[in-house]
């Protein structure tokens, strides 16, 4: 131990000993500023060495990009973004009207006396219990009060309210609506119209059915054409079920449409066709021959009041086709 402190190592020690405490006594008698200060002349120039490297590190980016340049690329690619999706909602619209049109010469092709006036849905209403809704076209597209309203699959109601620029459509699923109708295989017939308990199951009754009838699940329903506010051919739906009405034991088919009414956006409005607004009175001898007779029912046989579909008075429609 004597070896060590006579040594160098020992001096060494004893004098940074010396050192500390020559320190501690000048602190104690000047208080912390003096140490503070000692210290911030060492630390200070290490500080600012490290705001130099962060501000470095914060300027420049992989690649030894700014920031700025950063924000000029991301600008650049989010204006490229949206004219890409700008051409792709153009692409789909392009599409749309295509297989649109496409339908539209399809059916002018197969109905060429017919005249069409294409229209698309731009509103429906969530309490409208029958699923009615809003087209784009009105008056001025040719657009008459109880015009029929289709798809390239079947019939979907008809215009109950027409404005210049758009119109409002009833549904087959209305009550309002009765549509004189045929079975293509049996050739019995009858009158579709709408419920308020099958409309949201997306079905509608077949009324005025006999008791002789020969109708099965399956058969396709058309329309009949005699009351002259839907021509005659119109696919409307197929047949699900027979049922016997709890109130007065009548028989009755559930229909099932072909048009998918409830998410339908695209339609056609027949502005003009052969025999529209003429309502066909049968004879005896013609119900007998004719397949496209209807029972004898007024209610399914009588038109508006003026004889037209476009009669502003009460609806044609709840008097069937």
Do not use: H
Not at 79 to 98: A, H, M, V
Not at 112 to 134: C, M, N, Q, R, W
Not at 220 to 246: A, C, F, H, Q, W
Not at 270 to 276: L, N, P, Y
């Amino acid at each position: 131990m004597k070896d060590f402190i006579k040594g160098r190592g020992g001096k060494i020690l004893l004098a940074s000993v010396c050192i500390l405490l020559g320190l501690a006594l000048v602190t104690a008698s000047m208080g912390n500023s003096y140490l503070n200060s000692a210290l911030g002349f060492i630390i200070t120039p290490m500080q600012q060495l490290s705001a130099k490297i962060s501000g470095a590190a914060a300027d420049a980016a992989p690649g030894g990009k700014s920031v700025e340049e950063l924000e000029a690329e991301i600008k650049q690619l989010t204006e490229e973004r949206d004219k890409l999706i700008k051409l792709t909602i153009d692409y789909y619209d392009i599409k749309k009207n295509n297989q649109q049109y496409s339908k539209f010469l399809e059916l002018k092709d197969k109905n060429k006396e017919y005249k069409f006036a294409p229209g698309a849905v731009i509103s429906s209403s969530s309490l409208d219990l029958f699923y009615g809704f809003t087209l784009d076209v009105g008056s001025l597209a040719g657009i008459s009060k109880d015009d029929p309203v289709i798809t390239d699959s079947g019939l979907v109601g008809w215009v109950s309210e027409v404005y210049p620029t758009y119109c409002k459509v009833t549904t087959i699923f209305s009550p309002d609506t009765n549509v004189g109708v045929l079975c293509q295989r049996s050739e019995d017939t009858g009158v579709v119209t709408g419920d308020l308990k099958l409309a949201d199951q997306g079905l509608v009754k077949w009324k005025f059915i006999t008791a002789q009838n020969k109708l099965e699940a399956g058969d396709i329903v058309i329309t009949t054409g005699i009351s002259g506010m839907y021509p005659r051919g119109i696919p409307v739906g197929k047949v699900k079920e027979l049922k016997n009405d709890e109130t007065d034991a009548s028989l009755y088919a559930l229909v099932e449409p072909y048009v998918d009414i409830k998410n339908v956006r695209d339609v056609f409005v027949i502005t003009e066709f052969q025999g529209q607004g003429n309502m066909v009175i049968l004879d005896d001898d013609d119900r007998e021959d004719s397949p496209s007779s209807q029972p004898e029912n007024p209610s399914s046989q009588v038109p508006s009041s003026s004889g037209s579909p476009s009669d502003t008075s009460a609806p044609s429609s709840a008097t069937g086709d």
